[in-house]
């Protein structure tokens, strides 16, 4: 099977480098497009009266809106400079990751999902949760899903 466009979702983990190579990879294998998409959870206060917190909740999401935008731009263009013919980048907000990007998958209608996956195990997952397990339970497309190397903290 030929690929013709991969979403590639990323956050700021390291082992979402590592899944940025393999994407870029593929792309290069089947001349196909990526599109790098980073999910900005869905605000937990949104709908209750935290007055106080609420102006250092919405800083926050700006600030981390600035910093996925200018991930995926770092990223676009690191792409583009290795040879990638296409590449697009998609923020996603106010979403649980997984939603973001089965949506985003959808949306685009992207033939494959690289995505890297923490490694949790024990507590660490029960509390945290998988999002890569969650994508690859309910995707109807491949997903690849890159394992980090690192150690379990």
């Known amino acids: 099977m030929a690929y013709q466009h991969i979403l590639l979702a990323v ?13 870029e990879k593929l792309a290069l294998a089947f001349n ?7 999910v ?9 009266d935290f007055y106080k917190v609420a102006p250092a909740v919405t800083q926050y999401l700006l600030e981390a809106e600035k910093n996925a935008l200018a991930r995926l731009k770092d990223i676009q263009e690191t792409l583009l400079h290795h040879g990638v013919s296409a590449v697009d980048t998609k923020v996603v907000r106010e979403v649980p990751p997984a939603t973001g990007i089965l949506n985003a998958a959808d949306e685009l209608n992207v033939d494959l999902i690289v995505m890297g996956s923490h490694g949790r195990t024990g507590f660490k997952k029960f509390f945290l949760g998988s999002v890569a397990q969650e994508v690859l ?8 899903i890159i394992k980090s190397t690192l150690s379990k903290d």
């Open 137 to 144: 339970s309910i995707c109807p497309l491949p997903v690849l």
């Open 40 to 48: 900005i959870a869905v605000d937990p206060f949104k709908g209750v």
């Open 32 to 38: 196909c497009k990526i599109t790098v998409t980073s």
């Open 11 to 23: 956050d700021d983990s390291p082992i979402s480098y590592a899944a940025v190579e393999h994407a």
